[in-house]
């Protein structure tokens, strides 16, 4: 089912198009990551989803009905530029954070408790935000999205300024709310991070959306017919058999073992290159190249800017 | 509506609580209470102690003839010569000593006032005064004029001024009183938009330093957190200037029971009326603690001039003033407060904000020149526009109102003021939506009209 829907959504600042027909689909209880290079218009299509601004053009669905301004406190948004008041203590700041999102003070007092003991910050309820560190208010930022059990949760770079092991310990909480039924939009330059944690993406270049779907699916949409076989033997030899329905793309050493890439031209079956290389070398490993999301995103981002386009 | 409270809430407890807000509150009214009684203490300090004076008076005309108060006594010392007394001077009893030479009548230098400190204003008046009355008195007896025609032409003129209100009724009134509750209205509201205005623009500018804003406007509109944030400091405002007052009239009495042990009877009442007077420059009146030879007569007029003061006080509508004051108060700081939250906004930190301060601060000190010049000419044509047009009204309105204004100029002050600060609310909160969110960019008045122009 589709949690959230965006229909041709257009967005134009005074002399700029933000956004230009722009639709995604999030299905729900999925990671779905928001890729694009800086000034591609990922935030301005964050902040209409979070009713900051609104669209010129085009509709945002929430299951199917028009978003809503009380459905505001049925998301979590965690900005990329984000701060907290300094002089405010923590544990009240946090307080009214969850009350603007609709909480009630009791509960959100509750609330509040059990998550700094899950992150052991409880001592910190009554410091002062400018008495922490960078890392330790990203923290409280992050217990300040999650805290009114949002179904929606949309995270703009949210692994900058943490180190590796908060990093980690983050990663496994947005894992946790996924499980726990949460659709999580996730936004980043890290496509490491992307791999791991995205079932979706949508890739914003220039204000428009040019590639959408199941990271799976378009990873092997652009795969390049491209094997990796190990062996043990001569590399020339091997060569030497190739005919000109084969390109090798490169040679390397893999653990000790040689390697070869070999792209395969005019619809040829893996089948027929191993008949055609078994007798000379030792084949000690057989895989499909698949593209990772930093070559695709790449490949993607400089194809659009070579063709040139009419919208900018 | 539940989230403006809550932000309202934020804003007034966070500023309430600080150290700033305390100190202020109570540093003010000390302020205040010292301005009201300062002078009237002095007065008092001044004249305790007693001066003996010593007087060789080789005239001759004056022996126990010149007046004591108090605190000035007279010793007459005969055939002593001016060097006697200065030999041992620090070590006697004296203040000074008054040389009256023997041409005293004929020659103004001929009195001279010795001593080893400079004397004080009120010893010098006190005798010179002393001295030219009796010898008038004299001439004019040497020159035929019996004491009682004296006597008899002595004339004192005090001016009562009575308004006829349109209902028919007279009023006792005091212009200078009316003069003073006009320029402590008008200067209240300059300096309460001034002062809170500022603070709701720091306010803006500290969320958006802070990147907290993104955060708080995916929960608020951000009109909601723009309002919340100029009723929460208004009201921060309104509990300081409620707090001010209090503490004022505490030590104002406190220290009058202090200074005037005498309180309660109606002489303490007039004279400290009397010395908040002087100090304001409203009435050339006497010293108020010279009894003697006119304090008699002195203390008549005292009396009869307080006792109009007092009436004059009883017949200024003051639950009105206060009424409209609170109005033009609120009207004048949420007009201009929005348009301090729009400056927040649009820039990205302090330094930035000059450029667009200047067409606010204009009008503010037109106002202010207006409220000084035009106080004295209330009805005049200057002070009634700058009082009907609202980006100057609260302040001048205030110092019109307490000479009376017709009903129908307050009202359509009162009514421009709020459309205005609608109008202004409206485009404020345009240019706030925007600015909030937007990171260094260099903003000049073509980049606000082009936000006002947003469709959201």
């Keep these: 089912m589709d949690f959230l829907k965006i229909r041709n959504v257009e967005k134009r600042f005074v002399n700029h198009l933000a956004l230009d027909d722009v639709s995604m689909t999030v299905p729900q209880n999925s990671i779905y990551g928001l890729l694009g290079p800086n000034g591609a218009g990922k935030t301005t299509l964050i902040r209409i989803i979070n009713r900051i601004t609104a669209p010129d053009k085009g509709h945002v669905y929430l299951k199917d009905r028009k978003i809503q301004m009380q459905d505001v406190f049925r998301i979590g948004y965690l900005p990329e530029e984000r701060g907290l008041y300094k002089k405010m203590k923590v544990g009240e700041q946090a307080l009214y954070l969850a009350q603007l999102k609709g909480m009630h003070r009791k509960e959100a007092v509750q609330k509040l408790k059990y998550w700094f003991e899950k992150f052991e910050i409880q001592g910190w309820w009554d410091k002062k935000v400018e008495e922490l560190s960078k890392g330790m208010q990203q923290k409280i930022q992050f217990v300040t999205t999650v805290i009114h059990n949002p179904e929606l949760l949309i995270f703009d770079e949210p692994f900058s300024g943490f180190d590796p092991i908060n990093a980690n310990l983050l990663k496994n909480e947005v894992l946790r709310l996924k499980e726990q039924g949460s659709t999580i939009i996730f936004s980043t330059h890290n496509m490491g991070s992307v791999e791991e944690l995205c079932d979706h993406i949508t890739l914003i270049n220039k204000s428009r959306n040019i590639l959408e779907g199941p990271i799976d699916e378009i990873r092997s949409r652009y795969k390049s017919n491209t094997y990796e076989i190990e062996y043990k033997g001569d590399g020339h030899k091997l060569e030497s058999t190739l005919s000109d329905k084969y390109e090798v793309s490169g040679w390397r050493n893999s653990n000790g073992n040689k390697a070869v890439r070999i792209k395969l031209l005019q619809h040829t079956s893996e089948n027929e290159l191993l008949s055609l290389i078994l007798p000379h070398v030792e084949v000690i490993g057989f895989r499909e190249l698949i593209p990772s999301m930093n070559d695709v995103f790449i490949k993607v981002v400089n194809e659009v800017s070579h063709e040139g386009t009419p919208h900018s | ?456």
């Design chain 2, 1 to 456: 509506m539940n989230k403006i409270k809550l932000i309202l809430q934020r804003e007034y407890m966070t500023r309430v609580r600080k150290k700033t807000f305390i100190v202020m509150t109570i540093l003010g009214p000390l302020l205040f209470g010292a301005i009201v009684i300062a002078p009237a203490w002095l007065a008092t300090l001044e004249d305790t102690k007693t001066k003996n004076i010593a007087v060789i008076d080789s005239s001759h005309l004056f022996v126990n003839r010149l007046p004591e108060t108090e605190s000035i006594k007279f010793t007459y010392l005969e055939n002593k010569k001016v060097e006697d007394v200065r030999q041992n001077f620090t070590d006697s009893e004296y203040y000074a000593l008054l040389y009256i030479t023997h041409l005293v009548a004929n020659t103004n230098n001929s009195v001279i006032l010795y001593s080893d400190q400079q004397p004080s204003l009120g010893v010098k008046g006190h005798i010179s005064s002393a001295i030219e009355k009796h010898l008038e008195q004299k001439k004019l007896r040497a020159a035929g004029i019996d004491d009682n025609i004296l006597q008899s032409v002595k004339t004192s003129v005090n001016l009562r001024t009575i308004q006829w209100t349109e209902s028919g009724e007279e009023k006792e009134s005091s212009t200078e009183l009316a003069m003073i509750v006009g320029y402590i209205g008008g200067f209240l509201i300059y300096f309460f938009i001034f002062l809170f205005g500022a603070q709701v623009m720091r306010g803006v500018i500290e969320e958006k330093t802070n990147r907290i804003v993104e955060i708080i406007v995916s929960s608020v509109k951000p009109f909601q957190l723009m309002m919340g944030k100029i009723i929460g400091i208004g009201l921060v405002g309104l509990t300081q200037f409620a707090l001010w007052v209090l503490l004022t009239l505490m030590i104002v009495s406190g220290a009058k029971s202090f200074v005037f042990p005498e309180l309660g009877t109606p002489k303490a009442q007039e004279v400290t009326a009397n010395s908040i007077m002087e100090s304001s420059g409203g009435s050339a009146n006497a010293a108020p603690f010279s009894p003697g030879q006119a304090g008699a007569e002195q203390e008549l007029t005292e009396n009869l001039q307080a006792a109009q003061i007092f009436n004059a006080l009883g017949d200024i509508n003051f639950a009105l003033i206060i009424g409209v004051f609170i109005f033009f108060f609120l009207g004048g700081y949420l007009l201009y407060g929005s348009l301090f939250a729009a400056i927040g906004s649009a820039v990205d930190n302090e330094t930035d904000t000059q450029q667009f301060m200047l067409p606010i601060t204009i009008p503010l000190i037109l106002a202010i020149i207006v409220l000084v010049n035009g106080i004295s000419n209330p009805q005049g044509g200057i002070a009634f526009w700058f009082s009907i047009i609202p980006l100057t009204s609260p302040i001048v309105m205030m110092a019109r109102l307490p000479f009376g204004v017709p009903e129908w100029q307050v009202l359509l002050s009162m009514a421009l003021l709020v459309l205005t600060f609608m109008g202004t609310t409206w485009l404020s909160g345009k240019i706030y939506r925007t600015g909030i969110l937007m990171y260094g960019k260099k903003v000049n008045y073509r980049e606000l009209w082009k936000w006002i122009r947003y469709r959201n």
